[in-house]
Each structure stands twice: as C-alpha cells, then as structure tokens.
C-alpha cells in the first residue's frame, strides 16, 4: 500500500537562539503531531530527523504497535519534504 502524504503537513518555527523546530501534522484520523529536529550529523543536514516529541490522542493509550505505521510514514513526510520544491498549484490541498 503507497504511504498517503496528502494527509500530512509540515509546519516550521524558528526560534531565537535555537534551531528550527519541524511540527509534521496528520490531518485527517487519527489526527496527530510529531515535532522533529533536522539530524545535524546526517550527511544532508536533516536526515530522518530526531523526533523530540508526539502528541496522539488518548485513545492511543496502550496500543501503540497499531499506530507505529503512521509515525514511520509521518517521518518519512519529514524527510522527503526537504526535496525539490514543486508548484503551489501542485501541493495545495485545502483550496485556500
């Protein structure tokens, strides 16, 4: 089954001081954030990322294996996000 990343939204903050913070947002259920740092040691400066945080509902208490997929496709998300940039056209979803 091809991972779905039309469900999935990076967002990223700078921060004084500090480097940028990388939020990946599944939209769609089972809604859920993951906050990821570029690997710095990776030889294209991003890597995987290093997951720093994940926010799940808590309806995922004690199942975790189930939705184990979807942080591996999330990470993926991250990682292949930092390729070549395509039209807006093409990435826009929400029809804003």
């Not at 990223?12 to 001081?17: K, S, V």
């Not at 570029?38 to 309806?59: L, M, Q, T, W, Y």
């Amino acid at each position: 089954m091809p991972i779905n990343f039309s469900h999935f939204l990076r967002i990223e903050r700078d921060a004084a001081g500090t480097e940028s913070v990388h939020t990946v947002v599944h939209t769609h259920d089972p809604k859920f954030t993951m906050e990821f740092a570029p690997d710095r040691e990776a030889p294209n400066k991003v890597g995987r990322g290093v997951i720093k945080r994940v926010c799940v509902p808590n309806s995922w208490a004690g199942d975790y294996g189930r939705y184990a997929k979807f942080m591996t496709e999330a990470q993926e998300f991250f990682t292949r996000s930092f390729g070549e940039p395509v039209e807006k056209s093409v990435t826009r979803r929400f029809g804003v």
